[in-house]
Each structure stands twice: as C-alpha cells, then as structure tokens.
C-alpha cells in the first residue's frame, strides 16, 4: 500500500524535508518500540511506497534495520527487488550492511540526515557508494535535517544512559566492613 501523492514542491529542498519528516516519523515509532530511533522511507515518484523503522530487537534480527524495513516493503510494492527510479531517505547514515542492500536494489538516490561516525558507510567511516567499479552508482545527499535527526538519537542514548546510570546506583552491595 502507498502513501497518498505529496504536495506540489516549490524546490528540491522541500521535497526532501518533506520526506525526511516522514522518516522521521518512522523513527519516533522506533523509539516508542524501545529500538534505536532510525527511520526511512522509499519514494517512487512523488509518493512514498514503503516505510520502515528499526526493529532489530523485537525481531531479533540483526538485519532488521530501518533502511532493510523500508527495501522489504517497497520490492513487495514494486513486485522487484530492484528499484532504480526509487529515493531512500532515512534519518541515520546507512551502515554498510544497508549501503549494499541499497546498491544491490539499485536505487537512484539516497538521503540521509545524521551521520554515524561509528559505523557510517556513505562517507563517515568508509564511502561505498564512492566505488567508482561497482556496477551501479547511487547518488547521495546528506545531511537533510541533520540537527532533528542527530537529537533524536542523542536524547535516546542520553535517556538510556541516564537509565543504566540509574540502575547501577540503586544495586546494593555487601558493606565490605560487616563482621560475618
């Protein structure tokens, strides 16, 4: 199923934060199902086709991030699991286990928000989408809403870490001093 058409944009700008809002939202589901707060979302057209959002740990599937959410649900639109007239946006850069799924769908072009200098793979740690001997090139566009998407991630960990901190300070252990 697919999204109604998005409105008329007056530049490539607002397309792409309209998309990236979209993505957005897929992220704050993620954050709700208690999952890294990454979303994407898979436009053909002017129409979103498919969404996704992180799902790793309810699924127990490491290969169920948002990006692989979203390239699932779109090769069922699509009746293809090739979609060279399709944009990605997802508000996290891909790691390199969705950079290659990206470039085996053949997708035309990817946008992306934050970028992950740990385990980014459009540019942050390495850049396949720079191989110039692949035998597809994806265009790419980063940095789309970087701020929003870059403090949703930082207020989950921050908020995860406040909790783990929480925790450690409310174990009780052993007064090392007590006579037994």
């Keep these: 199923m697919s999204d109604a058409p998005s409105p008329a944009f007056t530049d490539a700008d607002a397309r792409d934060r309209f998309y990236m809002a979209a993505a957005l939202e897929e992220a704050r589901l993620a954050e709700a199902a208690g999952e890294v707060p990454v979303g ?13 959002h992180n799902l790793p740990i309810r699924s127990m599937d490491p290969s169920a991030h948002a990006e692989m959410q979203a390239l699932r649900a779109a090769a069922q639109v699509l009746g293809n699991y090739r979609m060279p007239e399709c944009e990605l946006y997802v508000t996290l850069e891909p790691c390199a286990m969705c950079s290659g799924a ?21 540019g942050s740690v390495v850049d396949l989408f720079a191989q110039a001997t692949l035998n597809h090139q994806t265009t790419l566009t980063r940095g789309v809403m970087a701020d929003e998407c870059g403090q ?18 409310t174990i009780v252990t052993p007064d090392s001093g007590a006579d037994t």
């Design 40 to 52: 994407a979302v898979v436009v053909w057209g002017d129409r979103i086709i498919a969404r996704g």
């Design 102 to 122: 990206i470039l085996h769908a053949r997708l035309r072009h990817v946008v992306f928000g934050a970028t992950d200098p740990k385990t980014g793979a459009a």
């Design 152 to 169: 949703l991630l930082r207020d989950f960990f921050g908020a995860r870490r406040r909790a783990q901190k929480s925790a450690r300070a």
